[in-house]
């Protein structure tokens, strides 16, 4: 799966983005995906992750009430609705095939990323 995020900008604290991730292959729409962001010196975390169908989503407990991830299988795409950004969220955001149960990325390969970037 080649992976490719995109919406990303400079917004003030409070306001909304929507991400995209246009991914290519026959496997995605039998995958479960995530979005996991990187934020200068520090370590890459998950945000949020959706199973394969849909029907199953989980949040990080710093965005759980602000961020929503969805998907559209048909259009191979997923999706992350940012809304109440705050400075902390500013990062690289990437997607990546993910393990709900471990919150974890299944692929070595990121893709390319999207920069977020909140103002106080």
């Known amino acids: 799966v080649q992976l490719q995020a995109s919406g990303g900008g400079l917004v003030q604290a409070g306001g909304s983005l929507k991400l995209s991730c246009a991914a290519s292959g026959r496997s995605f729409s039998t995958r479960s995906m995530g979005w996991f962001r990187q934020a200068p010196g520090k370590e890459r975390e998950f945000v949020a992750g959706?199973?394969?169908?849909?029907?199953?989503?989980y949040y990080a407990d710093s965005v759980r009430g602000r961020f929503t991830i969805s998907r559209d299988n048909a259009e191979n795409t997923v999706y992350l609705q940012m809304n109440s950004l705050k400075p902390e969220d500013t990062a690289v955001y990437y997607c990546?095939?993910?393990?709900?149960?471990?919150?974890?990325?299944?692929?070595?390969?990121w893709g390319q990323g999207t920069q977020v970037t909140v103002s106080s």
């Open positions: 959706i199973s394969w169908s849909g029907g199953l989503t």
């Open positions: 990546a095939p993910v393990s709900l149960s471990t919150r974890m990325p299944t692929s070595d390969y």
